[in-house]
């Protein structure tokens, strides 16, 4: 599975922004699809993910701003983001989990959050 992130940039706090995702390649073999980052000195950490059925899941510090969707016809995952604040800066990376556990990255996209 091949994942194509964009939508990065700089947004001012309070502000929303949406990632998206595009997948290809042995598609049919994703069972989950999400989105993780990476601050600076930190460890990527969960955001969002979102199983083929429509089950979500949240990091604890994104619930209530962040909004995960899943286009299954045009293999595409989206982040929208909301309320955003300084320390949601980081390099996001799409995630894709296939039926076998097999874990596929996109490239990261960076985006800051600043005045």
């Known amino acids: 599975v091949q994942l194509q992130a964009s939508g990065g940039g700089l947004v001012q706090p309070g502000g929303s922004l949406r990632l998206s995702c595009a997948a290809s390649g042995s598609i049919f073999s994703i069972k989950t699809l999400g989105w993780y980052r990476q601050a600076p000195g930190k460890q990527r950490e969960l955001v969002a993910t979102?199983?083929?059925?429509?089950?979500?899941n949240y990091g604890d510090s994104v619930k209530g701003r962040f909004t995960i969707s899943r286009d299954n016809v045009k293999n595409m995952v989206y982040l929208q983001m909301n309320s955003l604040k300084p320390e949601d800066t980081a390099v996001y990376y799409c995630?894709?989990?296939?039926?076998?556990?097999?874990?596929?990255w996109g490239q990261g996209t960076q985006f800051t959050v600043s005045s």
């Open positions: 979102i199983t083929t059925g429509g089950s979500t």
């Open positions: 995630h894709s989990m296939s039926r076998t556990n097999f874990n596929s």
